[in-house]
T-cell receptor, first 113, second 113 residues
Framework: GQQLNQSPQSMFIQEGEDVSMNCTSSSIFNTWLWYKQEPGEGPVLLIALYKAGELTSNGRLTAQFGITRKDSFLNISASIPSDVGIYFCAGQGAAGNNRKLIWGLGTSLAVNP | SAVISQKPSRDICQRGTSLTIQCQVDSQVTMMFWYRQQPGQSLTLIATANQGSEATYESGFVIDKFPISRPNLTFSTLTVSNMSPEDSSIYLC??????????FGSGTRLTVV
């Protein structure tokens, strides 16, 4: 099925560093979602974006809905060890079959204390 | 956001047997979604379960292999039938709640031996 292009695939950083990851799509979306998944758990919603150009923060996390509606990025500032996990983007269209979530392949983040 | 209880959390099963996974939501929802996440991979939608009607399956998934029940607005089951090692995955149920995006259960980690 359709998937989003998410990059980077993995990151290994030092505690305190900033992190940036992004997703791109060939299709226009009405909603962009960013999730984090830790081992043994289901994905947990971090940030939801509903409007092109929207910039939303959740603590040290900031995400933006691209103006073309075909991309989004997630930034994590001043990373800490508990930021470790896999981050997924997901896009959603407007109606009907397009309302199904389309998922990125994930960005695996490792933080060295 | 919705609270989803999923069980079992993990199981090791013999090939050829079947496993039924339960998903309980703390409030009524119209649609419930079942996903598969193979090791190290992103999420793949198996089917959408509406109360009172047959589930809608995605390409590559069939009812005989993954029968789904949806007896009421807070509960659903997914059965993985006639299992083979290729069915070893994490199975996740999810619901969509207005303003909260999609919420996921903690998943069922299935190993088929």
């Amino acid at each position: 099925g359709q998937q989003l292009n998410q990059s980077p695939q993995s990151m290994f950083i030092q505690e305190g560093e900033d992190v940036s990851m992004n997703c791109t799509s060939s299709s226009i979306f009405n909603t962009w979602l960013w999730y984090k998944q830790e081992p043994g758990e289901g994905p947990v919603l971090l940030i939801a974006l509903y409007k092109a150009g929207e910039l939303t923060s959740n603590g040290r996390l900031t995400a933006q809905f691209g103006i073309t509606r075909k991309d989004s990025f997630l930034n994590i500032s001043a990373s800490i060890p508990s930021d470790v996990g896999i981050y997924f983007c997901a896009g959603q269209g407007a109606a009907g079959n397009n309302r199904k979530l389309i998922w990125g392949l994930g960005t695996s983040l490792a933080v060295n204390p | 956001s919705a609270v989803i209880s999923q069980k079992p959390s993990r199981d090791i099963c013999q090939r050829g047997t079947s496993l039924t996974i339960q998903c309980q939501v703390d409030s009524q929802v119209t649609m419930m979604f079942w996903y598969r996440q193979q090791p190290g991979q992103s999420l793949t939608l198996i089917a959408t379960a509406n109360q009172g009607s047959e589930a809608t399956y995605e390409s590559g998934f069939v009812i005989d292999k993954f029968p789904i029940s949806r007896p009421n607005l807070t509960f659903s089951t997914l059965t993985v039938s006639n299992m083979s090692p290729e069915d070893s995955s994490i199975y996740l149920c999810s619901v969509e709640r207005d303003s909260y995006g999609y919420t996921f259960g903690s998943g069922t980690r299935l190993t088929v031996v």
